[in-house]
Nanobody
Framework: QVQLVESGGGSVQAGGSLRLSCAAS????????MGWFRQAPGKEREGVAG???????ISADSVKGRFTLSKDGAKNTLYLQMNSLKPEDTAMYYC???????????????????WGQGTQVTVSS
């Protein structure tokens, strides 16, 4: 059974940084798509960044230049380095794994089948 556990969330001031981790068990990183998503109160869940089956990394326009996705296959862990955080980045952040996919699909939450429990990120001004 695949399980994803996120960690690394917290409260920071605007301009600060956090690194989120998503540890996978029961699943070995392969060419399946993985992604980071977030959901703020009263808003729909949105794709933040993902990696597709070719290893291509796609980021949402709102986080380009500030957030970096990476993965460590040896540790079976997906990361999201978040720099220059803004109050509008405040949300619950989730990681997810789906099947094989390419391109912008990594930002589409309805493609993903397994989700972690989420980690809260709060950015104050």
């Amino acid at each position: 059974q695949v399980q994803l556990v996120e960690s690394g969330g917290g409260s920071v001031q605007a301009g600060g940084s956090l690194r989120l981790s998503c540890a996978a068990s029961g699943y070995t990183f392969s060419d399946y798509c993985m992604g980071w998503f977030r959901q703020a109160p009263g808003k729909e869940r949105e794709g933040v960044a993902g990696i597709d089956s070719d290893g291509g990394i796609i980021s949402a326009d709102s986080v380009k230049g500030r957030f970096t996705l990476s993965k460590d296959g040896a540790k079976n862990t997906l990361y999201l380095q978040m720099n220059s955080l803004k109050p509008e980045d405040t949300a619950m952040y989730y990681c997810a794994v789906g099947g094989r996919c390419y391109g912008q699909i990594v930002l589409m939450d309805n493609f993903f089948v397994t989700w972690g429990q989420g980690t809260q990120v709060t950015v104050s001004s």
